[in-house]
């Protein structure tokens, strides 16, 4: 397949059966939302794994595809259709510590694999803080424990074969406004809510930049600013990846202006995620950039894709009955 910067997309995608996803350009990567999942327990998995395999015949042949979910547990949880109600991760630290957060990273890990999908955007490493947006998906309010609890939640992850993401550097804990909905503001001293990151992320650490205002960043939301995310002055090294760019905190950007800023900020991948018009603007505004913008991000993506896991070729209900019985039984 050509290199082209449509491939820098990682987007979501509309339909639960691959003939009903329909999008001109192939993109890098995919993610799957609740739209794309059948709740049935007993038909959803195997038509899941279909839908996967399925793509990556499609878009997988030079490098496998990237596709991820959103599965930290608790209100966050695409699985739970089919796994039901499930600890968040505050939950999770507060009665089992990082035993709890790393059997339930495996146990998350294991039903993602089996399903072919080969990257979690999670954990969460930001701080809790009382009335916040982020709630109880933060494990707590100390540094350290969050990054015990983070780090823990990933080792299980990642030893059951799933790449995790580390989110939202560099700290959405505390903010009260959703940046689903706008751009909050980061008041306060930067450090706290940097700790998690600072002792987790590495070069190859997929992170996930918030979209997020803070003192002397020129007014632009921290996933487009180069100096908080390539540049960024404590040190923090990984494989950069902005919030979705249809979310309200980078609204006030057009799209051309969204991604070239992005992508010259240092981040690898573009994630779009919400509407099929947002995934076109999206292509579009990439197709606009100068090659010399766009090449070197690709290229770091298509280095994460070559190590990415395909997925199993053939959906094996035994295994995920299995996998199913042992998530009522730590339930």
């Known amino acids: 397949m050509p290199e082209n910067p449509s491939l820098l997309l990682w987007n979501g995608i509309f339909g639960l059966d691959e003939p009903e996803v329909r999008q001109a350009s192939a993109p890098g990567g995919v993610v799957l939302f609740g739209r794309n999942l059948d709740p049935d327990p ?31 547990g608790g209100a966050v949880s695409r699985l739970r259709p089919w796994a039901g109600l ?4 505050r939950d999770l630290w507060l009665r089992g510590g990082p035993l709890a957060c790393r059997r339930w990273g495996a146990l998350w890990g294991r039903g993602l694999a ?3 999908v080969n990257v979690d955007f999670a954990p969460v490493a930001d701080l ?6 982020m709630g109880d998906r933060c494990a707590s309010e100390d540094p350290l424990e969050a990054a015990r609890a983070a780090g823990a939640f990933l080792a299980g992850l990642e030893g059951a074969g799933v790449r995790g993401c580390l989110k939202h550097f560099p700290g959405l804990g505390g903010t009260a406004l959703d940046s689903h909905l706008g751009l909050p503001e980061r008041a306060g ?5 940097l700790r998690p990151f600072r002792m987790l992320a590495h070069a190859d650490r997929l992170v996930m930049v918030a979209h997020l205002l803070l003192p002397g960043g020129a007014g632009l939301p921290a996933s487009l600013c180069r100096p908080v995310v390539a540049d960024n002055p404590w040190g923090v090294q990984a494989r950069w990846l902005p919030d979705d760019l249809e979310m309200g905190g980078c609204r006030d950007w057009d799209w051309p202006e969204r991604v070239r800023l992005c992508l010259e900020a240092g981040h690898q991948a573009l994630l779009v995620c919400q509407t099929p018009a947002g995934v076109e603007a999206c292509a579009r505004a990439a197709e606009q950039l100068p090659e010399s913008l766009w090449r070197p991000a690709l290229g770091r993506f298509l280095a994460l894709r070559r190590n990415l896991p395909a997925g199993p070729p053939r959906f094996d209900p035994d295994a995920w009955d299995a996998w199913a019985r042992a998530v009522q039984d730590l339930r």
């Open 42 to 72: 007993r038909t959803g998995p195997a038509r899941c794994h279909e839908l996967i395999c399925r793509l990556q015949a499609r878009w997988g042949q030079a490098a496998p595809l990237a596709v991820a979910m959103d599965q930290e």
């Open 86 to 89: 499930t600890p968040a991760l």
């Open 114 to 116: 089996l399903l072919g």
């Open 128 to 133: 809790w803080a009382p009335g916040a947006a």
């Open 189 to 193: 001293a930067m450090e706290p809510g």
